[in-house]
């Protein structure tokens, strides 16, 4: 198959989350299994042009009545199979991405012009096609930056040029979906009926995600459980309306790890490997993250580790709340250390080093590190992660590679890939909570500490156990690749219906 991925984020030229990652670690997969497969990104500041190659001649973009233009950068990317590379092109338009940040800067998280920009990114797609002259099986699109796509695949160009083609949306976090000012229609270029008909209506607003959950073929997001959950009022975020008319077509798919870089048997950013068969360096890991948190060097003391973005989507009210968080009495209460690795709002990065001055069992650095999160998920004996809803995660899956026993709210992608502890017969991989409060963190924690002090032979089985996961991406392309085929079959379906 022929697929295009358009996305706002691809590793390793955009990132600010795991979007990056996914997109291009499943185009490398799917072009392993011998798909054809190219990516579609802006060509923002950070990416410098140097390296790249100029496609000749300007792309004319249509645009709410006038014509714009934009030129074109492409590159191979880094990990491609030799014989089938992922080929990546870059929309560059100076007035559009000729700035600082990717959605927005520190002074201005959401750009007022986005949904301009990214209109012109998800239009410029199918000019690209047309001057490559490539035409995708496949236009799978990205969260609401490229959710424009499907709507002009829908409305203008698969009663055009692209009528053999079809479209996927995938879901990465329903918390965002692009609501602006529906005075920014006109710059679209769709008629305003495509307003109602494609469902852009949001009470008074403009909302370009649920647009494109409207008219996608297909619609993924990247869990199983977070399918089912953004169907409810709860974690529908208001369009779990929209995902019930659609659940037909809707599901999840599990995102995969990249089994390179978070592998213990090949990682070079802890003191030693191991595995399996071998698990004496997660003991010198263990060691070493102690020096590094000046915490004591004690093997036997359990050591809790987390790494996340510090936002309340990831349960940090709950667990470091100022006054009721269960992160101090945790502390206080029980024979454990605790390190975290993270960044984010600023309240909780001072009440975290009001922790750490007051406990000297917990340690927080605030800042960015991937040579330090790797010491974290191997040094760690449990690795801790509330989240208050979680579309698919990595850490837990890095956790259970490490051989880290991680501690979960059962949501999303962490329900999933984790399987609770049965105390009768020993099996689990982790350890499991239902409802997100100081409380049932606390007693979560103390029941894992307790197993860890207890039940030492099932802990070492437990670990083992979660190191035997296969989270691979080969899986979750093909798939992928099963979900293309229906899409295409639904739409041969639709042809001979209009025919
Ligand atoms: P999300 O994408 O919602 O933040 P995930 O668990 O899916 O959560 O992915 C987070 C990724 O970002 C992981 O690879 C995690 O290790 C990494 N990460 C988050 N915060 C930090 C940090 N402060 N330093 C290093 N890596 C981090």
Known sequence: MKILMASSEAVPYAKTGGLADMVSALSLSLAKLGHEVRIVIPRYYSVSRDKLEFLEGALGVPMGGQEEWSGVYTDILPGSPAKNPVRVYFIDHEIYFGRDGIYGTPAEPDFLDNPRRFAFFSRAVFQLCRKISWKPDIFHAHDWPAALVPVYHKYIERPGDFAGSASVITIHNLGYQGIYSRDNFSYLGLNWDVFYNAG????????????????????????????EETKTQVQGFRLDGVLRYRSGDYRG??????????????????????????????????????????????????????????????????????????????????????????????????????????????????????????????????????????????????????????????????????????????????????????????????????????????????????????????KSARKYTELYGECLGKKAQASKAQA
């Not at 209506?201 to 008219?215: F, Q, R, T, V």
């Not at 978070?262 to 030693?272: F, G, L, R």
């Not at 992608?413 to 502890?421: I, P, Q, S, Y």
Request: include cysteine; aromatic fraction near 12%; hydrophobic fraction near 35%.
């Open 200 to 227: 852009f209506e949001d009470w008074s607003m403009m909302n370009l995600l649920k647009a494109g959950l409207y008219s996608a073929d297909k619609i993924n997001t990247v869990s199983p459980t977070y399918a």
């Open 253 to 474: 798919i599990l995102n995969g790890i990249d089994t390179d870089v978070w592998n213990p048997e090949k990682d070079t950013q802890i003191p030693a490997v191991y595995g399996i068969k071998n698990m004496a360096g997660k003991a010198k890991a263990k060691a070493e993250l102690q020096k590094i948190y000046n915490l004591p060097q004690t093997p036997d003391v359990p050591l809790i580790g987390i790494v996340t973005r510090l936002t309340d989507q990831k349960g940090v009210g709950e667990l470091f709340g100022p006054g009721y968080g269960s992160a101090w009495s945790i502390c206080r209460d029980m024979n454990i250390q605790m390190v975290l690795l993270g960044s984010g709002e600023a309240w909780c990065e001072y009440e975290l080093q009001s922790l750490s001055s007051r406990l000297s069992n917990f340690k927080a650095r605030i800042g960015y590190s991937e040579s330090l999160s790797h010491l974290i998920e191997a040094g760690s004996d449990f690795f801790l992660m509330p989240s208050r809803y979680e579309p698919c995660g990595l850490n837990q899956m890095y956790s259970l590679a490490y051989g880290t026993l991680p501690i979960v709210r059962s949501t999303g992608g962490l329900a999933d890939t984790v399987e609770n502890f049965n105390e009768d017969t020993g099996k689990g991989t982790g350890f499991m909570f239902d409802q997100l409060n100081p409380s049932s963190i606390y007693n979560t924690v103390g029941w894992a500490v307790w197993a860890y002090y207890n039940r030492r032979p099932q802990i070492e089985e437990m670990r083992l156990e979660g190191m035997k996961k296969d989270f691979s991406w080969e």
